[in-house]
C-alpha cells in the first residue's frame, strides 16, 4: 500500500472511530436524564446564560459577560453550537456536538503524536484506546470542561514536539495558541503543561550548546508565542481569577479560622499523605479512568518502558506523572483531574507494546513470533474494549439515583443511562393548573439542600421567565433575619416545602445571581407557622431522589 493509500485509510479509521462514539451518545444522552445535576447542571445553568448573552448582544441589548469560576472556553464552544444549530436549550445535543468536537480533537492528535514518536500503527493504535477509556467516554457525555482540557493538553503537547526545540515557528506559534487556549479550559491546565515545557528546555539548552542553532529566531519565536499566549488567556483570569480562587479558599474552614491565604495553602500541603496519594492516583485509575484490564496493560508497559528508555517515553513520563507535583491534595476528591494525562497512557501502552520487536531483530524465528503476538494482541484489546464499552454502556438502569449515585457520575462522567421520574410534568401541571394566565409569579421552594427538587425548579424559571424561584435551605452554620423570611412568604404566590430537613451533600446548581437563602431551622420554622395561614395546602406528592421526601405544595 503506497503512501497515500495509507494516509487515507488512517482518515477512515479515524473518523469511523468518532462517528461510533457520536452515535452511541447520542443514544445514551437521549435516554438518559439525569443530566443537570451538581457541576454538570451549574454548567448548563452557564451555558443558558452565555446564551443569552449572545441573544442580546444580536438584538442590542447592553449586558455584561456571564462570569463563572472555570474558564468560558467551553461554554462559548457550546453556546457557539447551540446558537449556530438552534439548539436552544437542549442540552442533550449541546453536549452531544460539543464533546464530539473536543473528541475529535483529543483523537486525533493523539493519533498524530504516536504517528510522530512511533509509526501510524502506533498513532491508530493509541488513538482507538483513548476513545474508548472509560473515563474518556464517560465524560464525552457529560457537561464538564474536563475533556476540553484533555483535548487542548493533547494538541498544545503535539505542537510542543512539532516545534523541534521551537526551530519551527509555525508550530511554535501554534504551540503559543494551544497553551492559550488549553488557560480557558480549565485553571488547572498550566499545571500539566509547565513541567514539560520546563524540561523541554533543559534538553534545549542542552542541545543548543553543542549545534549551531539560530537563537536568534529561536528567542523571537518564543517570544512570538508567550505573547499569543497571554493575549488569549490573560484577559479572562485579569477580570475574574480573584473572586474565583477567594470563592474557592474561604469555602474551607481552616481558612475561616486562620485567615491567612499563605497559611492556609502550606497547611494544605502539609496534611497531605504523599504515599496516600500515590495509592490514590492508582485508585482512581484503575476503578474510574482505566479499568480492569487496561489498568494491568499500563501498568505492564510501565515496567516494559524501564528497558526501552528513550526520549519519547521520557516525554510520556513526564506528561503521566508531572501533574502529582500540583495535585497533591486533589486527587481524593475526584478522579476527573487524571483525565488530561489518559492520552500519555494510551500512547505509553501503545509505545510499548508494539515496539517490543525491536529487542528481537536478530532473531528471525522470535522476531515472527513477538509479530504473532502483538496481531493477537491488537485483536484481543479491540475486541475486549468494544464489548467492555457496550456492557458499561447499555447495562439496565436503576430506577433510582440516589447521592452516591451522583458523586459516582463525578468520577466516572454518564457510563450509562438511567431514566427516573423527575416530577418536571407534576411540577408544570401544579404551576399551570393553578395560574394559567398570571404573567409573573413568585415561587418559593423550601427543601433540604442535597435534593436535587431545587435544580429542576431553577430549570423551569430559566424556560419559563415569568416564574421568580427564591429557595430556602437549612443550614446550621449560618442564619439570615427574620425579616427576610416574612418577606419572601408574603411575597409568593406558591410555595413548595419538603416535609424533610436535613443538612446533607452540597446546593445543587444554584448560580450566584438566584437568590438563595440560608435558613435556621427552629427560627424559620416559628416564622412559617405563622405566616402560612395565609396559604391552603392544594396538593402533595412524593420526590424520591435523590432521598425520599414529599412535597406539600401551598397556594395563597
Not at 19 to 40: E, R, T, V
Not at 52 to 66: D, G, L, Q
Request: net charge positive; charged share 15%; hydrophobic share 45%.
Amino acid at each position: 500500500m503506497n503512501e497515500k493509500n495509507k494516509k487515507k485509510l488512517c482518515v477512515i479509521i479515524i473518523t469511523i472511530i468518532i462517528l461510533f462514539h457520536a452515535i452511541n451518545n447520542f443514544i445514551i444522552l437521549k435516554n438518559d436524564n439525569i443530566g443537570l445535576i451538581g457541576h454538570s447542571g451549574a454548567n448548563s445553568v452557564y451555558i443558558i446564560r452565555i446564551i443569552n448573552f449572545i441573544r442580546n448582544i444580536f438584538e442590542f441589548k447592553p449586558t455584561m459577560f456571564p462570569f463563572y469560576y472555570d474558564p468560558p472556553l467551553f461554554f462559548l464552544s457550546a453556546s457557539f453550537f447551540s446558537f449556530i444549530f438552534k439548539f436552544g436549550t437542549n442540552f442533550d445535543m449541546i453536549i452531544l456536538v460539543n464533546n464530539i468536537f473536543y473528541l475529535f480533537i483529543l483523537i486525533t492528535f493523539t493519533y498524530l503524536i504516536g504517528k510522530e514518536i512511533g509509526n501510524r500503527l502506533v498513532g491508530l493504535f493509541s488513538a482507538f484506546l483513548i476513545s474508548f477509556f472509560p473515563a474518556i467516554f464517560g465524560y464525552s457525555r457529560f457537561s464538564s470542561p474536563m475533556l476540553a482540557s484533555a483535548a487542548i493538553l493533547t494538541a498544545t503537547m503535539f505542537f510542543l514536539i512539532k516545534s523541534n526545540y521551537f526551530r519551527n515557528g509555525k508550530s511554535t506559534i501554534l504551540f503559543g495558541i494551544m497553551t492559550g487556549l488549553g488557560m480557558l479550559t480549565r485553571w488547572s491546565f498550566i499545571f500539566y503543561i509547565i513541567i514539560p515545557i520546563f524540561v523541554y528546555c533543559l534538553i534545549f539548552m542542552t542541545i543548543a550548546r553543542n549545534k549551531g542553532y539560530n537563537k536568534k529566531k529561536i528567542a523571537q519565536n518564543i517570544l512570538i508565542a508567550f505573547f499569543i499566549f497571554l493575549i488569549i488567556s490573560v484577559p479572562w483570569y485579569i477580570l475574574s481569577v480573584k473572586n474565583s480562587i477567594n470563592q474557592y479558599i474561604s469555602s474551607d474552614d481552616y481558612y475561616k479560622e486562620c485567615n491567612n491565604k499563605f497559611i492556609f495553602l502550606v497547611y494544605r500541603v502539609s496534611q497531605t499523605n504523599k504515599l496516600n496519594f500515590f495509592k490514590q492516583y492508582l485508585y482512581s485509575l484503575k476503578n474510574f479512568s482505566l479499568r480492569i484490564p487496561i489498568y494491568y496493560l499500563f501498568l505492564i508497559s510501565l515496567f516494559i518502558s524501564l528497558f526501552m528508555f528513550d526520549k519519547n517515553i521520557l516525554f510520556l513520563l513526564i506528561w503521566i506523572f508531572s501533574p502529582f507535583i500540583f495535585f497533591i491534595n486533589t486527587f481524593h476528591e475526584s478522579s476527573k483531574y487524571l483525565i488530561p494525562v489518559l492520552p500519555a497512557i494510551a500512547l505509553l501502552i501503545s509505545y510499548t507494546i508494539l515496539n517490543i520487536k525491536k529487542f528481537v531483530r536478530t532473531r528471525k524465528k522470535l522476531m515472527l513470533f513477538v509479530k504473532y503476538l502483538i496481531t493477537s494482541f491488537i485483536f484481543l484489546t479491540i475486541v475486549f474494549n468494544m464489548y467492555s464499552f457496550f456492557v458499561i454502556s447499555y447495562q439496565k438502569p436503576n430506577n433510582r439515583f440516589t447521592s452516591i449515585d451522583s458523586d459516582y457520575r463525578h468520577k466516572t462522567g454518564l457510563l450509562h443511562a438511567e431514566r427516573i421520574d423527575w416530577s418536571m410534568d407534576k411540577i408544570l401541571s401544579i404551576i399551570n393548573t393553578n395560574f394559567p394566565n398570571k404573567k409573573e409569579m413568585n415561587i418559593l421552594v423550601i427543601v433540604p439542600r442535597c435534593t436535587t427538587f431545587s435544580s429542576n425548579m431553577y430549570f423551569i424559571e430559566r424556560l419559563n421567565h415569568n416564574f421568580k424561584v427564591d429557595f430556602l435551605f437549612e443550614c446550621d452554620k449560618e442564619k439570615v433575619h427574620e425579616n427576610t423570611y416574612e418577606n419572601l412568604i408574603d411575597t409568593a404566590d406558591l410555595i413548595f416545602v419538603g416535609n424533610r430537613f436535613s443538612y446533607s451533600g452540597e446546593v445543587q446548581n444554584l448560580p450566584d445571581t438566584n437568590p438563595c437563602y440560608f435558613l435556621e431551622y427552629n427560627l424559620f420554622k416559628y416564622e412559617f407557622e405563622k405566616k402560612i395561614t395565609q396559604f391552603k395546602c392544594i396538593d402533595e406528592f412524593d420526590y424520591n431522589q435523590p432521598m425520599n421526601i414529599s412535597i406539600i405544595v401551598y397556594k395563597k
